[in-house]
């Protein structure tokens, strides 16, 4: 993968990239990884990069030709490379976007610095603005190293185990604690469970104790982590609907779509889609997924419903898996409220599943 930084600090990326796996990637020809210096595309004896603000205020705003010509020498030299300005009012950073990055043929990051890029660079200029967290640094430079070593150890063959990206933090979850030797230090022991050599119960150890941690210290990832185990169910959809329901069921990983369907020819023509259960009645469906956990989204608030965080720690804590109802519930069914104050309309179900199983802050200044 190709990767081009554009910085007026050029050195400040030198032992970094030079390091551990940024270093390995880029020796063994995994990541190829170029920092460009913003001034050389500017004019003028001391090659001047910004200008005062229009309006008046405090700082320097940097100007937008001379980033210009560097975005656009970058897309010359990187033919179909996602361009990304790091500014914190971009979307936050995620282990989501990292691997979605990933898959693009090239990555050219753009570091700002004084008080930001003139703004017409960002929205003319620029594919999309990432954020690594709500502060504020000195630079994008900071920024664009995290995206980089978040991108490049997900490319294939940087990290040596390919267990380790499927099963490191964010991407189901919080991890399981870790151990070595010895395995009593100052009083506190190893789990016991860790020390039995029984892989079997070593796996279940690792997997409630990742579920409860993530509960725990990041309940906010609960239901994301629980998604390739929940199952969305929907009465009776017309065909928008369940257009719209399939492609959330995709694009969040849940585990599949179920139809509950009373008519026969319908449930006929469904089994012929790829990826759908079908099941006659809820009374059906609350006994065929009778070990797992039942949750129905409400159309309107009620009493008795869970929050949006009671219902992602519900979805985090089922070892077995869930299934969400949207609508009528099924007999034994507990209930969440919607996000919405009432609508029974299918794009209340989609915005309730964003907001639950979405990756966390993707929508700025919304609580969870």
């Not at 030709?65 to 010359?76: F, L």
């Not at 020819?265 to 089994?271: F, K, M, P």
């Amino acid at each position: 993968m190709n990767i081009r930084v554009i910085t007026i600090f050029p050195d400040f990326f030198a032992s970094c990239l030079g390091e551990g796996l940024l270093g390995k990637a880029a020796a063994n020809g995994l990541a190829r990884i170029e920092i460009d210096n913003l001034r050389r595309y500017a004019a003028g004896k001391h090659r001047t990069v910004d200008d005062a603000p229009y309006g008046g205020g405090p700082g320097m705003v940097m100007k937008p030709d001379v980033w210009a010509a560097a975005i656009e020498q970058a897309r010359r030299d990187l033919p179909g490379a996602r361009v990304a300005l790091l500014t914190p009012q971009g979307e936050t950073f995620t282990d989501a976007a990292a691997r979605r990055l990933a898959r693009e043929a090239g990555l050219v990051l753009c570091c700002g610095r004084y008080e930001g890029i003139d703004e017409r660079v960002g929205e003319h200029l620029v594919d999309e603005w990432l954020s690594i967290g709500d502060y504020v640094l000195t630079g994008g430079e900071p920024a664009a190293l995290a995206v980089i070593d978040a991108v490049v150890r997900q490319l294939p063959g940087v990290v040596g185990c390919a267990e380790s990206v499927d099963t490191d933090s964010f991407t189901a979850g919080l991890k399981y604690p870790q151990y070595t030797r010895p395995p009593i230090f100052r009083g506190w022991s190893v789990p016991e469970p860790l020390l039995s050599g029984h892989h079997a119960d070593i796996k279940a150890w690792r997997e409630a104790e990742a579920v409860a941690r993530t509960n725990r210290l990041r309940p906010d990832l609960a239901a994301l982590a629980a998604a390739p185990r929940t199952r969305l169910a929907v009465r009776e959809p017309d065909d928008w609907t369940l257009a719209a329901v399939a492609a959330a069921v995709r694009a969040y990983g849940l585990r599949e779509l179920a139809v509950v369907s009373g008519d026969a020819a319908r449930r006929a023509a469904l089994r012929e889609q790829a990826g759908v259960r079908v099941v006659r009645s809820l009374a059906e469906a609350a006994r065929k997924w009778d070990g797992e956990r039942l949750l129905c989204v409400a159309t309107q608030p009620g009493p008795g419903q869970m929050s949006l965080a009671q219902a992602a720690t519900f979805i985090g804590e089922a070892p077995a898996g869930t299934t969400i109802f949207w609508g009528d519930p099924p007999p034994g069914a507990s209930l969440a409220a919607p996000c919405w104050d009432e609508s029974a309309a299918p794009a209340a179900l989609l915005a309730w599943l964003d907001r639950v199983f979405g990756w966390p802050r993707a929508s700025r200044g919304q609580p969870f």
